[in-house]
């Protein structure tokens, strides 16, 4: 069990996707005080962080770069 810190330092991740992963069910977290919590990092199948915003991106390049042909 880690800290929300050390649970994203150990992940790569910000400590907000490490809290919106826990929200999509991806990380458990664990309550040991009325307002502190303890993560679960799991040891295989690990999350990998995506963001579709470059996805759009690469493909816009690619079909200027196409045109250009």
Known sequence: MLTKEEAAARLGIHVVTLIRWVEYGLV???AYNDYAFLYEVPDSNTPIK????WDRANAAQASVASKTL
């Open 50 to 53: 995506h963001s579709s915003r």
């Open 28 to 30: 458990k977290r664990h």
